[in-house]
Structure formats: C-alpha cells, structure tokens
C-alpha cells in the first residue's frame, strides 16, 4: 500500500514539472528574413505562408518574424518572385548553451539557414 502512495506522489509531481513530458523543448524566438541580392527584391516566406507584399524584402534588406520553435523540427522556407518559388531549405533548431540567433538568407543563388544551433 505505501509504495502505490509513493509511486502516486511520484507520477504527480513528475507530471507537474515537466520531469515525464515527452514533448521536445520549444522557444519562441525572432527569427530575421535576409535578401542579400544587390540588385532584386525577394519573398522569403515560411511553406505554410504564400506570396503577400508582407514578406516581400527589399534588395540588401530584411525583416523580422517571430516564431515558435521546436528543438529537432524542420521549418521549411521558400524565396521568390512574380509568384514562382526559386529555391527553399529547410532550418532545424538546436537549443544548446549559447543562445540562438537564427536567419534565412536569399544570397541571389537560393537560400541558406544560419544561427539554428545553440551551441
């Protein structure tokens, strides 16, 4: 009978803290956009988004979104324009000791992800 109370007061409390949770670490962070071509605007967009003049960037320019990320899941972004999608990649973040600084850069040649490892 006590170990049942003992095994009871256990699976409560891991269940409360997160100690039997099997659910991957997540983080929301800000996650910046980057269109590195000199000469040509560029949509850069996450594959559950579409073109909208809101995600279009500016040569040399960026922009911002905030994200909810989870530890080991791929997020996937595409870059285009005039509604043709030219190239995506796919970003995993891994949280680790440093903090993450994550960025999807256009560099005229497709994209590429950076900052998605905490190290």
């Known amino acids: 009978m006590n170990r049942a109370l003992v095994l009871l007061v256990v699976m409560v409390v891991g269940c409360s803290?997160?100690?039997?949770?099997?659910?991957?670490?997540?983080?929301?962070?800000?996650?910046?956009?980057?269109?590195?071509?000199?000469?040509?605007?560029i949509h850069i967009f996450r594959?559950?988004?579409?073109?909208?003049?809101?995600?279009?960037?500016?040569?040399?320019?960026?922009?911002?979104?905030e994200m909810l990320l989870v530890h080991g899941t791929q997020i996937t972004f595409r870059a285009g324009r005039d509604g043709e999608i030219l190239?995506?990649?796919?970003?995993?973040?891994?949280?680790?000791?440093?903090?993450?600084?994550?960025?999807?850069?256009?560099?005229?040649g497709g994209l590429s992800c950076s900052g998605w490892d905490g190290g």
Do not use: K
């Not at 997160?18 to 590195?36: K, M, Y």
């Not at 003049?53 to 922009?63: A, D, F, H, K, M």
């Open 87 to 108: 190239a995506s990649v796919g970003c995993e973040p891994f949280f680790g000791e440093e903090a993450l600084l994550p960025a999807v850069a256009w560099g005229g």
């Open 17 to 41: 803290t997160g100690l039997l949770s099997s659910d991957p670490p997540s983080e929301t962070h800000r996650v910046l956009l980057i269109n590195a071509d000199e000469t040509l605007a």
């Open 47 to 65: 594959s559950d988004e579409s073109f909208a003049p809101s995600n279009r960037i500016e040569p040399e320019g960026s922009r911002s979104v």
